[in-house]
């Protein structure tokens, strides 16, 4: 047993601090922040990749025609730690996308939140599985 | 839209009372003594065990902040700060706002309160110089580090090129790595693998590896310049210390030069923590060494691989984006001369 | 001229010279290499290791060929090689073998290393560059100098790969003198060299390092891949270590080689 300050580890919801504020200016270049979007449609692929994962989305078009959405989601690194894997959000899950337009008018945006039609959200806080917190 | 949530005050103050430190009556806090109680496990031939993987994520700020004369909070003070910055609300995202066009780091368990992370009283990373400051820059550092800001200005903004992003942006090199290694602010974690020879650390963003003999060797010739310079390692009781030189420059620790050296100590302080420091000692930058403390504590794995420049779409689309921008404004620009 | 027992003496000095060398043969036969072991027991790999030879150029048996730019001349221009692929040939469904001519008449545009993008599986171990194994009891890396590629083999707790990677998913355990290493979990982005050979999401490699002597490994690798061959094939190469002292593998940081290839041409140009 050290004397002195007991260091804890803790996985307390505090704060959000510091996130590097020049990822969230990146982001404001890549996508524009005039232009918020509204999206529905069944997922077709989840790029589990780095820096950012990748959600491939079937949405209906103007003409009623199926349009691939790509929608910008954050590194998969810690959902893996938690267990999720690439089975864990089936092929053809629907899915609701809040985000931010691509500047370069392709059908891209950030998802800025992504839920399931109920409203839960995917992954942290959703009915996902892998959902929940740290796995320790 | 209306505002998103991301923490109210009395989320907070609920989760504020998880795992405070506590000091008992009478007890002053000191630093990680050198020799504690703690005997740390030893490999099979006869070294301290570090392996495992471990996170050295923390709130803690390099330097002490201006409004604070302290080595150390009280548990209140902490709890008070804290309090204080969560009814400032700075963590929610005003759509419309440049935070808000991101995704939500909460969603993908990046958050930094989601996972493991070192906390403690300290009231900033750095321990020396006794003001927990960096010590004043040399006339020499001053300029070098003008001269490379201004370059970089010339370079233009992000959406000019990719050389004109920050490293992390381009893929380069992260702030996990260094040396010395600084909390990379999500997947903050690594993985330590020994042999008799050999100590391995995997740093999770870009997937680095640093290799450190422990068999003496000197340094190689200052011709060979690294982003993570060159390291050498050998064990001074149970602290496995490492000194790192030949760095190439490009990637400046707070306005470092290339003869930076660093000198870093890891010591298994418990089983669940290892304590690390890190020295500079950079003449030609600061008037002084200055010496910052930085826990790493055990968190789990895998470390799943962090291939970044071969999924970078996102400066790619930046480009992109920019100049078509650029070209329908050109476009618009000679139509308004034609009518 | 001998008398008998001069010649009867030459004989028998022959006849146990023959003796001792065919018992020297019959143990340099029945007695393969051991090598030192680890303190957990197993043959000791750590160290830095590279291939010889032009597997990386083409990994089937080759001519020698004239390179992609021609301001490089000879120094670009392909070596011959006798080929590491068993068989020779490597076993391509027709459409795949197709595939494979259309990646190499395209190379310059198409292969994944002149993007400085992980190699892959097994192209990272016979790249021209030096790797070192750290090998502890759970777990065995294997750290590539070219653009840092990494590759952690499980030991223990052995995993499905959770999501698909560059470098896959490896789990590992010993057979006697043998690493044996099992990866599945690759995505279908890399090559196995710069002539073109590929395959799919599928992949599935098994890899055996022998040591054959204390300076060397016998390198052995199983490619299964249904959606591009035929048949499971192999490959096999010795690999060297690197003796020189205090080897060490350096940085090869190659990303930002690249990015004026990559990116040049969506830079904002100067007014």
Known sequence: MRMGVAIVACSAGWLLLGQPTSAHHAFAAEFDINKPITLAGTLTAWEMINPH??????????????????????????????????????????????????????????GRDITFPDGTRLFIGGSAPGAGGDRR | MNKRPRMTLGRAMALLACGLPVLAAGQTPSRIAAAGDYTPPRTAYGHPDLQ????????????????????????????????????????????????????????????????????????????????????????????????????????????????????????????????????????????IVQTPQHVMILVEMIHDVRLIPLDGRAQPHANVRQWMGTSRGRWDGDTLVVETTNFNG??????????????????????????????????????????????MKATFGPLFEHACHEGNYGLYNTLVGARLEEA?????????EQN | MRSWPQSLMILLVVL????????????????????????DGHPDLNGIWQAIGSAHWNIEPHAAAPGLVTELGASIAVPPGAGVVDGGAIPYRPEALAARQANYADRLNLDPEIKCYLPGVPRATYMPFPFQI????????????????????????HMEAPADSWMGWSNGHF?????????????????????????????????????????????????????????????????????????????????????????????????
Not at chain 1, 82 to 109: F, Q
Not at chain 2, 250 to 272: L, Q, W, Y
Not at chain 2, 328 to 336: C, D, F, S, V
């Open chain 2, 52 to 191: 495992g993987f471990w996170t050295n994520a923390t709130y803690t700020p390099l330097e002490r902040p201006d409004d604070v004369a302290e080595a150390f909070y009280t548990p209140e003070e902490l709890a008070a700060r804290l309090a204080r910055a969560a009814a400032n609300e700075s963590a929610q995202t005003e759509p419309g706002t440049v935070p808000d066009v991101h995704y939500d780091f909460t969603q993908f368990g990046l958050d930094r309160s989601q996972s493991t992370f070192v906390q403690d009283l300290r009231t900033s990373l750095i321990v020396a110089p006794e003001d927990g400051k960096i010590p004043p820059m040399t006339a020499e550092g001053e300029q070098r580090n003008a001269a490379r800001a201004e370059a970089q200005r010339r370079l233009g903004e992000r959406w000019d090129s990719a050389q004109a992003n920050q490293l992390d942006d381009r893929c380069l090199i992260m702030r996990g790595s260094g040396p010395p290694m600084m909390d990379a602010g999500y997947n903050a974690n690594y993985q």
């Open chain 3, 134 to 157: 750290v090998q502890s009891p759970q777990h065995i890396m294997l750290v590539h100098e070219y653009a840092g590629a990494v590759r952690t083999i499980y030991m223990d707790n």
């Open chain 1, 53 to 110: 994962s990748w959600f491939h989305v079937e949405v209906e078009g103007p003409d009623g025609e199926p349009v691939t959405w790509m929608i910008e989601g954050g590194s998969p690194n810690q959902l893996i730690r938690m267990g999720v894997t690439k089975n864990s959000v089936p092929i053809g899950s629907e899915l609701v996308i809040e985000g931010y337009l691509a500047r370069d008018g392709t059908n891209k945006a950030v």
């Open chain 3, 16 to 39: 146990a010279c023959g003796v001792a060398v065919g018992s020297h043969e019959a143990r340099g036969q029945a007695a393969p290499y051991r090598a030192p072991r680890t303190s």
């Open chain 2, 250 to 295: 490009k990637n400046p620790f707070r306005g470092s030069s290339e003869h930076m050296r660093v000198i870093e100590r890891f010591t298994r302080v418990a089983d669940d923590e290892i304590m690390y420091s890190f020295t500079i000692d950079d003449p030609a930058t600061w008037t002084r060494p200055w010496t910052a403390e930085l826990p």
């Open chain 2, 328 to 336: 329908r404004a050109a476009a618009e620009a000679e139509q308004g």
């Open chain 3, 175 to 271: 057979e006697g003198e043998t690493l044996v290493v099992d990866s599945t979990g690759f995505n279908d982005k890399t090559w196995f060299d710069r002539a073109g050979n590929f395959h799919s999401a599928a992949l599935h490699v098994v890899e055996r390092f022998t040591p054959r002597s204390a300076d060397t490994l016998m390198y052995e690798v199983t490619i299964e891949d249904p959606n591009v061959f035929t048949r499971p094939w192999t490959m096999s190469m010795p690999l060297y270590r690197r003796v020189e002292p205090n080897a060490e593998i350096l940085e090869f940081r190659c990303v930002e080689f690249v990015e004026d290839l990559i990116y040049g041409d969506l830079a904002k140009q100067p007014d």
